[in-house]
């Protein structure tokens, strides 16, 4: 599963929780999701370097 689809996947899940405290650990989940996905794109982008300095 690609990065985009587990985001994709959490946001269907948050909509269709059935209750609040499900839903604000899906959402806690999709911004981490979210984060991950930005942190890969600027390593490909060139942004950062997300290797170990070592």
Do not use: S
């Not at 979210?34 to 490909?44: G, K, N, Q, S, T």
Request: aromatic content about 4%; overall charge negative.
């Amino acid at each position: 599963m690609t990065i985009d689809q587990h985001i994709e996947e959490l946001r269907a899940e948050a909509r269709n929780a059935e209750t609040t405290l499900e839903r604000r650990a899906l959402e806690a989940e999709l911004d981490l999701a979210l984060a991950e996905r930005e942190v890969i794109w600027a390593d490909l982008d060139g942004r950062i370097d997300a290797e170990p300095p070592f």
